[in-house]
């Protein structure tokens, strides 16, 4: 049982750190941990401690309250993969702090015929597709 839980805390904490847009690399690097240590972690062959994923979180800038709120919920309700990476996603924009934007060497072009709205519009859709509803919008204008 215990093992689940863990297990289920490293898959979310990954799931994160790939969201955040952080290679297991430049968090070693961060972290000052050895080659190969964050991936051992993930996968279990390192056994993760709250030591672990405080200091993951404090480089991401997640409080632990609210990464633990979503690693196990009050209802006890099992989440769909999509649904936890809809949640997980809402996490980080409510408290990741902002990257720096791209300058426009290294920004990618923009995609051919789609805008902003457009785009958002299609995420909409393929949650709602999937019954996961969208994280708040905190008041955006459409």
Not at 6 to 18: G, P, Q, Y
Not at 35 to 47: C, D, P, Q, S
């Amino acid at each position: 049982m215990i093992e689940d839980e863990i297990s289920r805390c490293a898959k979310m904490l990954e799931s994160v750190v790939r969201m955040h847009g952080l290679s297991a690399r430049q968090l070693e690097d961060k972290l000052g941990y050895g080659a190969g240590t964050v991936n051992r972690l993930f996968n279990g062959k390192i056994e993760l401690k709250v030591r672990h994923i405080l200091l993951i979180l404090g480089v991401i800038g997640i409080p632990p309250s609210q990464f633990f709120r979503e690693a196990f919920p009050e209802d006890e309700r099992p989440r769909t993969e999509p649904e936890v990476a809809a949640r997980l996603l809402d996490l980080l924009e409510r408290h990741a702090p902002k990257r720096p934007a791209p300058t426009k060497a290294a920004a990618a072009p923009p995609a051919p015929g789609i805008s902003d709205e457009d785009l958002e519009r299609r995420i909409l859709e393929a949650l709602n597709r999937l019954g996961v509803a969208p994280p708040a919008t905190g008041g955006r204008k459409k």
